[in-house]
């Protein structure tokens, strides 16, 4: 067994996602005809067009395309279903998918415990036929931080409904994290995690804020701490999960190609890494396919891919006796896989 036949058959964990940003283009076509909206392309070719991005902000104006087919509960709980069943081929076990409940309130004016009810039905749907789990990350948007108090009553309401953190994503640079302190002091006192994005379009102040301000317990991004060692060696010696997604550093223009890319560097630093696929059909990839960008621009061989899977799973929001129990399947998987490999 080859090492990227490894990776298709090894069990994984993805923490950084958008539900949204994971809309299968063949999907998209069925929301936006069934509910009558206009796309400016018809096919899934034409589609293709869509994800071919300028820069952050036309992948943001994107992004508000594909979440504007989104109109009904019908729809939500559809997404939800396709979403565990991707999972599901990429052996993906257990992830935490972000999903930005406050603007889709706004397009859709359903109330946002419709929203939840009706991807909770697809949540359950996906878990009893492929026997995927996953858990929400409710984010607030940075560019509507009028937005945030509101968002932050309902990610806490939303709790007992698998909401397990607060994220923030949007505009890094024009809406920095200290607009938001307020907000991720009352989530984190009342029980939620704080996951925000940093360290991504905005440099490495943007992860200190984070980590100094908003609580951090894991950072969305975090590739341009390599700007400072001083923050690198802080996240090393405090082992602050990053959540790194390659491809759409990549896609986004973080940085020119892979060879440019600090994750080899980050991980030969001692940060706990993860690897994630972000908005798969948007870059044109998926979490299969970023392990297979580890090996083949990142020099990773068997035991670190094992290792990177672990950390996703250590650096997840699951209890401790569920964390335990996967851990101990994961490594009895690996084992097995490994045995078959030699």
């Known amino acids: 067994m080859n090492l990227h036949e490894f990776v298709q058959r090894m069990p994984k964990v993805e923490l950084h996602v958008h539900l949204e940003g994971s809309i299968l283009p063949r999907t998209l076509l069925l929301l936006s005809q069934r509910n009558r909206i206009e796309l400016p392309y018809k096919t899934i070719e034409e589609l293709q067009e869509l994800y071919r991005f300028r820069d952050f902000n036309h992948f943001i104006e994107n992004y508000w395309i594909i979440t504007g087919c989104l109109c009904t509960p019908e729809d939500y709980q559809l997404i939800a279903y396709e979403f565990g069943?991707?999972?599901?081929?990429?052996?993906?076990?257990?992830?935490?998918?972000?999903?930005?409940?406050?603007?889709?309130?706004?397009?859709?004016?359903?109330?946002?415990?419709?929203?939840?009810?009706?991807?909770?039905?697809?949540?359950?749907?996906?878990?009893?036929?492929?026997?995927?789990?996953?858990?929400?990350?409710?984010?607030?948007?940075?560019?509507?931080?009028?937005?945030?108090?509101?968002?932050?009553?309902?990610?806490?309401?939303?709790?007992?409904?698998?909401?397990?953190?607060?994220?923030?994503?949007?505009?890094?640079?024009?809406?920095?994290?200290?607009?938001?302190?307020?907000?991720?002091?009352?989530?984190?006192?009342?029980?939620?995690?704080?996951?925000?994005?940093?360290?991504?379009?905005?440099?490495?102040?943007?992860?200190?804020?984070?980590?100094?301000?908003?609580?951090?317990?894991?950072?969305?991004?975090?590739?341009?701490?390599?700007?400072?060692?001083?923050?690198?060696?802080?996240?090393?010696?405090?082992?602050?999960?990053?959540?790194?997604?390659?491809?759409?550093?990549?896609?986004?223009?973080?940085?020119?190609?892979?060879?440019?890319?600090p994750l080899r560097k980050l991980w030969d630093a001692g940060i706990l890494l993860t690897v994630n696929s972000d908005d798969p059909p948007m870059f044109n990839t998926s979490l299969n396919q970023e392990y297979q960008v580890l090996i083949d621009h990142f020099g990773f061989g068997l035991p670190e891919l094992e290792k990177v899977s672990l950390n996703a799973l250590k650096a997840s929001f699951l209890s401790d006796g569920e964390k335990e129990r996967m851990t101990r399947e994961f490594k009895t998987e690996f084992s097995h896989l490994k045995n078959e490999s030699s």
């Open 85 to 261: 069943r991707e999972c599901a081929r990429q052996n993906i076990r257990y992830a935490e998918a972000t999903f930005s409940i406050s603007t889709n309130m706004a397009k859709t004016g359903l109330p946002w415990q419709t929203i939840l009810q009706a991807l909770n039905e697809g949540r359950a749907q996906a878990r009893d036929e492929f026997g995927v789990q996953w858990q929400w990350v409710f984010d607030i948007v940075r560019n509507l931080p009028e937005t945030q108090e509101e968002l932050t009553r309902i990610a806490l309401d939303a709790q007992p409904m698998g909401v397990v953190a607060l994220g923030l994503g949007g505009g890094e640079a024009e809406f920095p994290a200290e607009l938001f302190t307020a907000s991720f002091d009352r989530a984190v006192k009342a029980g939620l995690h704080s996951v925000p994005h940093a360290g991504e379009i905005a440099g490495p102040s943007s992860v200190w804020t984070a980590v100094k301000q908003l609580h951090a317990d894991r950072i969305g991004h975090g590739v341009r701490s390599i700007e400072d060692p001083q923050l690198v060696e802080f996240l090393s010696d405090e082992q602050i999960p990053l959540e790194v997604c390659p491809t759409s550093n990549i896609a986004l223009c973080v940085f020119p190609d892979y060879a440019q890319h």
